[in-house]
């Protein structure tokens, strides 16, 4: 039986992480170890966790590891503790559920599989339509979306995605320096693709995903509207924000082909001049207006 290692990052989210422990625990299939990487929790969800898994490691960060510096803190301790290279790995989210034959669902799909990813489905808790069955990047426009053509799928994230350890090393490191959170997962899994790992995803490996902690509802650009300009630059330019130009940037330099680099920095770079300028820019003038009008009729 191949032992799983499954990477968990976690930061601040106790009940959200509970709800993920009581479905690791039901799991017919127990030749697990947790990875749990605490980025700097408040909330006492390492000892919640400790309570109810034995095996467990804890890795902690103090905050700044984001979404791919977690993983690969996962995954540098995976080398440190040089386990065997038909162990599984998966990476996944706390804010995911699923059914208690999950991992063993999984072990079945991969096996005879080698050379090969595989993501679960995902469906939304509060909708309960499809989220999440493999994605179409399209990188000479830099547009991406769902697909239900397995041929099709050229990448996939990194909510639920099971690979063995010879694999993980085969496609490599993270890059968290340069894509910290948003497009690390599909930058990892181009790779993987160009590099010659099948991308699989199967109909009976599902996970409910809660759409308001995960941003399906919301878009990231759609959640900075009506905040003020200064705000608006701050968080626009974050870690926090899907839509941050300049790891748009990075991600264009490290997955589009050279002839298609250039053209889609352009559109980055254009598309975020737009926003900024809708956002940012042209409501600060407005108010400047408006203050020079009030002072001429106070005067």
Known sequence: MSKIYI????????????CFIECLISQTYQNYHLILVDDGSTDNTEEMVRRQIKLVTVLNGNGNWWWAGSLQQGINWLKRASINSSDIVLMINDDVTFDRFFLEKAVSILK??????????????ETGRLVDAGVKADLKNLKFKQTLVPEEINCLT??????????????GDFYPRLLPHYLS??????????????????????TIVNENTTGFLQSGFEKLKNISSSSFIKRYFSKKSKSNPIYFTF???????????FINLIRV??????????????PLFSRLRFYKLAKLFDN
């Open 269 to 282: 770079w254009k598309w975020a001049g737009t926003v900024i300028l809708k956002q940012s820019v042209l």
């Open 7 to 18: 990477i968990l990052p976690v930061h601040n989210r106790l009940e959200t992480t509970r």
């Open 251 to 261: 991600f264009v330099l490290l997955t589009c082909s050279d002839i298609w680099i």
């Open 185 to 206: 997962d599909f930058e990892f899994t181009i790779r993987a693709y160009r590099k010659g790992l099948n991308l699989l995803v199967h109909p009976e490996l599902r």
């Open 158 to 171: 990194t909510r639920s995605l099971f690979m063995r350890f010879s694999d993980l090393e085969k496609i």
């Open 112 to 125: 005879n599989k080698e050379g090969s990813i595989l993501q679960a489905i995902s469906f939304g808790k």
